[in-house]
């Protein structure tokens, strides 16, 4: 079994940064896709960030140049830098584990964290 537990979320204001920090209790995680996901009041949640077991990884167009996906075997735990954070990026955030890539698409294992809520204020 996979648990994940996210840790780092809070208020923040315009600008700022943020570390969010995802352990995962399991001894397989170094084989382990993992990715950032977020989802805001009324819209479908979204990719963030992901990173494979090789280390690559991708990002949607809206983070490119401020987030920054990483990964600590050692630690089980996969983080998301957040820099020059701004109000669009209000969302609950939550962490992958076990995606998979098919025909260049990311798609989500069956392992979620339970969110953490970031709010960046104006």
């Known amino acids: 079994q996979v648990q994940l537990v996210e840790s780092g979320g809070g208020l923040v204001q315009e600008g700022g940064s943020l570390r969010l920090s995802c352990a995962a209790s399991?001894?397989?995680?170094?084989?382990?896709?993992m990715g950032w996901y977020r989802q805001a009041p009324g819209k479908q949640r979204e990719l963030v960030a992901h990173?494979?077991?090789?280390?690559?990884?991708d990002y949607a167009d809206s983070v490119k140049g401020r987030f920054t996906i990483s990964r600590d075997n050692a630690k089980n735990t996969v983080y998301l830098q957040m820099n020059s954070l701004k109000p669009e990026d209000t969302a609950v955030y939550f962490c992958n584990a076990d995606s998979s890539i098919t025909f260049g698409r990311v798609r989500p294992g069956d392992y979620w964290g339970q969110g953490t809520q970031v709010t960046v204020s104006s």
């Open positions: 990173i494979t077991s090789g280390g690559s990884t």
């Open positions: 399991v001894k397989i995680f170094s084989v382990l896709a």
